[in-house]
């Protein structure tokens, strides 16, 4: 399937590398089909930085990444009917991203840690759930973990 985005220009993305949102994702229930970007070319791969590029609104596209990166006993609990829609998952098939928030000062850089995203990486489904417990904040600040990460590399 080829899609032309705002960020990415024209590109191909393969059949089974579409994700479905079944009940599409917060603030966006119609967007239902996504594919995972990795951009190379913007020097984001030390940061794990990817995009999940919507495929129903080519403008649209939110820079996610894996929550363990930056914050490494990221366990949420979350209760089994709320991921009901990304099929059966298990420690072998799940993916979890949140989103990344990238302001004009990239010291205010932080993730969604309350709303993330949990992908079945064989089943090609997905959803977004909401973590009640208090130890996820919609704004974990992480660009002193990232610059502490560069320089450790």
Do not use: W
Request: charged share 25%; with cysteine; aromatic share 6%.
């Amino acid at each position: 399937m080829k899609v032309t985005t705002k960020i990415f220009g024209e590109i191909e993305i393969e059949d089974d590398k579409i994700i479905v949102f079944e009940n599409g994702i917060i603030g966006f229930p119609e967007l239902k089909k996504f594919a995972l970007i990795h951009d190379g070319e913007q020097g984001n791969d030390n940061a794990g930085i990817r995009f999940l590029q919507s495929l129903d609104e080519p403008a649209f596209a939110m820079p996610v990444m894996d929550p363990l990166l930056v914050k490494p006993d990221y366990d949420p609990e979350v209760n089994d009917e709320l991921l009901a829609a990304a099929g059966n998952v298990n420690a072998d098939n799940i993916l979890v991203l949140v989103t990344v928030t990238i302001p004009k000062d990239l010291t205010q850089m932080s993730v969604n840690l309350q709303g993330p995203f949990v992908i079945n990486v064989e089943e090609h489904k997905a959803c977004q759930v909401i973590v009640e417990n208090g130890d996820c904040p919609v704004k974990f600040p992480i660009y002193d973990i990232l610059q502490a990460r560069k320089a450790g590399e």
